[in-house]
């Protein structure tokens, strides 16, 4: 497979859903993102969408899992025409 965004350290955004059963992940979201970005996360049943650019992504886990909160998933949805900073 030679497909992926392993090396993209640009600021695209891009639409991104944490599957999570806590609560807090809301207050960490829009904490990580800033009061701007925090205004777009779509909350669901079971969990958070939000955008942001794809080198974030391993940051959230990694500081979710040291929160020790579960996560079921991790999908990266499309990108989107947002500005990051």
């Known amino acids: 497979m030679s497909a992926g965004t392993l090396s993209d350290y640009s600021e695209d955004m891009y639409e ?3 599957e999570v059963a806590d609560e807090a992940v809301l207050t960490i979201l829009s904490e990580f993102v800033g009061s701007k970005h925090a205004e777009s996360i779509v909350v669901f049943p079971f969990g958070y969408q939000v955008a942001m650019p794809i080198q974030c992504i391993p ?9 020790n909160i579960a996560i079921y998933q991790v999908i990266r949805g499309d990108k989107t025409d947002g500005i990051w900073r």
């Open 59 to 67: 940051e959230i886990v990694n500081y979710l899992s040291q929160k």
């Open 16 to 18: 991104v859903y944490f």
